[in-house]
């Protein structure tokens, strides 16, 4: 399976890892929030054989509002410097906002990642524009911030 300039193996399960580039993540209570901590864990994730490595930059659960110009603050720059790392790695970006995904796109990215439903129809344009993956899937009920 191709995205844009990188392949996924078909003839096994793909191994995803999620860095959450967000203060107050679920999930590791910020800990991958800062630059170093968070290429640190791609770094780990690459070395311990993910195919893909999903980065967000707003909460998927309740908590602050993060406005487009943060998302991108947290977002761009990092795959950005992943891409420069990690030449050959597929590099997904979870959002939901078409500023963001094309600015991401711009920056390397291989994969959009909205898990708000297609809440911006723009998203699966700017995806279609950039040759790129998209993936489309709900978060159960929740409002995207």
Request: aromatic share 6%; glycine share 12%.
């Amino acid at each position: 399976m191709r995205f844009g300039l990188r392949a996924l193996p078909v003839e096994r399960a793909a191994v995803m890892a999620i860095v959450n580039r967000t203060p107050d993540s679920f999930y590791d209570r910020g800990a991958t929030f800062a630059d170093g901590a968070a290429m640190a864990a791609v770094d780990r994730a690459v070395t311990d054989g993910a195919d893909i490595v999903d980065v967000g930059g707003v909460k998927a659960g309740p908590g602050d509002d993060v406005d487009t110009a943060e998302e991108i603050r947290r977002v761009v720059p990092f795959v950005a410097a992943v891409r420069e790392r990690h030449p050959d790695l597929l590099i997904s970006v979870d959002t939901w906002r078409h500023e963001v995904g094309g600015l991401a796109c711009d920056a390397g990215a291989d994969i959009l990642n909205d898990t708000w439903a297609g809440v911006d129809p723009k998203l699966a344009e700017v995806a279609a524009r950039y040759g790129r993956g998209i993936v489309c899937s709900h978060t159960g009920g929740a409002a995207p911030r």
